[in-house]
């Protein structure tokens, strides 16, 4: 298993970068924030030069890397990096103060600067600037040092530095996706756990595919994986650390058992649970191994997620005589449906934000994914199509995944699309992919 050094580790070597001499640096106005949509909006324009190769070899690694922050930024719909076709002048020094005049005519509103440079020990370290345009402020400024090989980290964690920055908002880029890969014909496809960063790169294999593989949920404290898993008997639960690759039965269940999640400290896993015609929601504790009931109906309530509060559960049940959207208290009583739309709900899950509850609903031969406040008002839908399903929150709130399946010989893919319902963009995954879960930001 291919070790990452954490987020400590890599920010453990980083250092401010004052601003530069000739540079106006007196706040006296802070820059102006990105206002973070609800609705109609226009993208910021972004200049991202290519980073400089602060030693011989390293031209490669400094457009990768800018070329990486620009991916990231426009794929968040915020930010709009303009050609670089369209530049005047060409940054040689990034120690030196920009030539605001020439980037402000070709209307950037944001500038970023930086340099690649292999240190002595083989390390490579990073340096960035983010510009304000308009005020000749610099913005933000940092340098990391890290192994070479984890220069896309870099600029992933350079990419949230910025959004960070520019919206007030905390970034989701250096993050992880775990999703169920399927290679093969409809008729004899192979299923495999795998893992990619957000942006769809470094992706590596979790399982061989011998067994039937569903619903892998992250831990959102930890870098742990829950996951199910169909062999020749009972369907298990395991857990898995993406780190070191071990792997620990949770436990066989008779019958069936559907979604286990996280709770918001990953010291449980709320599943459900089928026993005849109905299932009901258990919650196991994974250092006691004791499992609790949390509801005891002749319905089958499945799919819990947790507030990020770990105070309450949102479900799926059909109780109501179709599936609908429950709410109750972390350790059960009573249950409040909060779906009242047409058609049915299913697959809730609760934003890290805690603001919103992501769902999919089915009506009138439409697969739609939308968000609701949590108390079922202000419901939105995000996108609606052919068999849309699966949503999976960013670790900042503001971006959903999930997965589309259109039918016919075709298999599924992944998408996401921010909480106003814009920027609805296609994942790149080797194969087909279906049933995605973000990660937490890396540690």
């Known amino acids: 298993m291919l070790f990452r050094p954490s987020r400590r580790q890599i920010i453990s070597g980083m250092t401010a970068l004052g601003a530069l001499a000739g540079a106006r640096t007196v706040f006296a106005q ?16 972004i200049a991202i030069p290519n980073f400089v190769a602060g030693t011989p ?13 620009t991916n990231n930024l426009k794929r968040s719909g915020l930010f709009a990096p303009i050609d670089p076709a369209a530049f005047i002048e060409r940054i040689t020094n990034p120690d030196n103060p920009p030539q605001f005049q020439s980037w402000k005519q070709i209307g950037a509103l ?12 083989g390390r490579l370290k990073a340096e960035f600037r983010l510009w304000d345009v308009n005020t000749q402020q610099q913005m933000a400024g940092q340098q990391y040092q890290t192994s070479p090989e984890y220069w896309r980290r870099i600029a992933h964690i350079i990419s949230d530095q910025i959004y960070e920055r520019a919206t007030s908002e905390k970034g989701y880029f250096d993050s992880r996706v775990v999703f169920v890969d399927e290679q093969g014909s409809k008729e004899r496809r192979v299923k495999r756990l795998a893992l990619m960063d957000q942006d769809g790169a470094n992706v590596r294999y979790l399982t061989k595919g011998a067994d039937l593989v569903l619903t892998p949920r992250f831990s959102p404290s930890t870098q742990e994986i829950t996951y199910m898993e169909f062999g020749q008997g009972d369907p298990r639960v395991y857990l898995f650390n993406v780190e070191t690759g071990q792997r620990e039965i949770v436990g066989n269940f008779p019958g069936m058992s559907f979604s286990p ?38 319905a089958i309530d499945t799919s819990p997620s947790y507030s990020p509060d770990g105070s309450r559960i949102c479900f799926e049940s059909d109780r109501g005589g179709k ?4 709410t109750m208290a972390a350790t059960g009583g009573g249950a409040q449906r909060i779906s009242f ?17 992501a769902f999919t609903k089915q009506g009138g031969g439409q697969f739609a994914i939308g968000i609701m406040k949590t108390d079922g008002s202000g419901e939105r839908i995000l996108t609606s199509g052919y068999h849309n399903e699966g949503p999976t929150f960013a670790p900042n709130g503001r971006v959903v995944m999930f997965f589309r399946e259109p039918g016919g010989s075709a298999g599924p893919s992944l998408f996401t699309v921010d909480i106003s319902g814009r920027n609805e963009l296609r994942v790149p995954t080797p194969g087909f992919a279906s049933d995605p879960a973000w990660s937490p930001l890396l540690s």
């Open 323 to 326: 599936p609908q959207i429950y």
């Open 261 to 298: 999640r996280f709770s918001p400290d990953g010291q449980r896993i709320i599943m459900s649970l089928q026993q005849g015609g109905n299932s009901n929601l258990f919650v196991m504790d994974l250092r006691s191994k004791s499992t609790t009931r949390l509801t005891d109906t002749p």
């Open 110 to 121: 944001y500038l970023v600067t930086g340099r690649m440079t292999r240190q002595g020990d």
């Open 341 to 357: 739309g047409e058609g049915s709900y299913s697959t809730p899950v609760w934003s890290p934000r805690g603001d919103y509850i």
């Open 30 to 45: 802070a820059p102006k924030r990105i206002p973070i949509p609800e609705g109609e909006f226009v993208p910021q324009p």
């Open 57 to 69: 070899g390293d031209a490669e690694v400094g457009v990768g890397v800018a070329q990486v922050i």
